[in-house]
């Protein structure tokens, strides 16, 4: 009988020890969860506030280059050879590091051009049709893009697309009938793959319809675009015609050579800009953030905050550099 006793004791002792275990186990997982966690959230924040300072550099050297002597804050010129357009150095922080860099999207085809007060921008609309042709993509995509943006419900032409073609997809969605925020939303057009997009997304931008094309930091391939037929060499030749300075105003690109007899067409340009994009991109420990601001620079030298995008791991695909200078 005492030995009966003695072993459901032992069973006993067995049983408590091995539901302690399992307990101060479980406790044990939580509290690195816990720690785990606390310190993704730390290292998400620090992140977030190392990216904002990125921004805030941006700004102030955007502010210090229309405060540069010899600038004309009411009409400025801003070209590739400037400081905010040459990479910055690699920051190192506490366990990490930070890159800013700034790019000019106002030398790029700004999409929302095609419609302007609810009616279709002609000359916008052959450039985009141009830029396309020269890439290898179907012309069609500048009527499914003007069907986008427009506000009516009649599809343009026969590549045309509107709510109709839209809401027989899986899933079925409609047309924006308004202005693109980000040019990430070209990949929801009628038929637009992903190589499509990432061959078009490097010369293309979404900014407030009307901003004008700055020639001085456009690159080859869109500048190609201002004439008729596009012409890949007379984009070379405008690009090489900025040389160290840039263009000082539009007399000095329009009197180019490489334009004369060329069937220009009369676009909104400028050789300055007032929109920027300030990519941060920082690594923290083993966290990586990239913050992708787009900047609104005054005459006066106010600098906006207009977007902020933090779901990229990367910027859009860039133009490859010779092609710009």
Sequence with gaps: MRRAQRGVALITVLLVVAIVTVVCAGLIARQQLAIRSTSNQMQARQAWHYALGGEALAQSILSRDLKAPGSNPQQPVDHLREAWAKPLPVFPIDQGEI?????????????????????????????????????????????????????DQEPRGEQGAEDNQYLLLDPPYRTANRELTDVSELRLLLGMSDLEFRRLAPYVTALPAGTALNVNTASAMVLATLVNPPNPSVGEELVAGRREEGYRDLNAFISQPALAGAGQQNQKLSVGSNYFLAISEVRVADRKQVLVSLLQRENTGRIRVLQRNLGRQAILPVAQRGDEE
């Excluded at 609810?118 to 500048?142: D, E, K, S, V």
Aim: aromatic share 10%; glycine share 6%; net charge neutral.
């Design 99 to 151: 890159a800013v860099r700034i790019e000019d999207p106002t030398g790029r085809f700004n999409l929302n051009n095609l419609v302007q007060q609810r009616q279709l921008n002609q000359p916008a609309y052959q450039q985009f049709q141009r830029l396309l042709m020269l890439l290898g993509l179907q012309p069609g995509y500048a009527d499914r893009l003007v069907d986008w943006l427009d506000a």
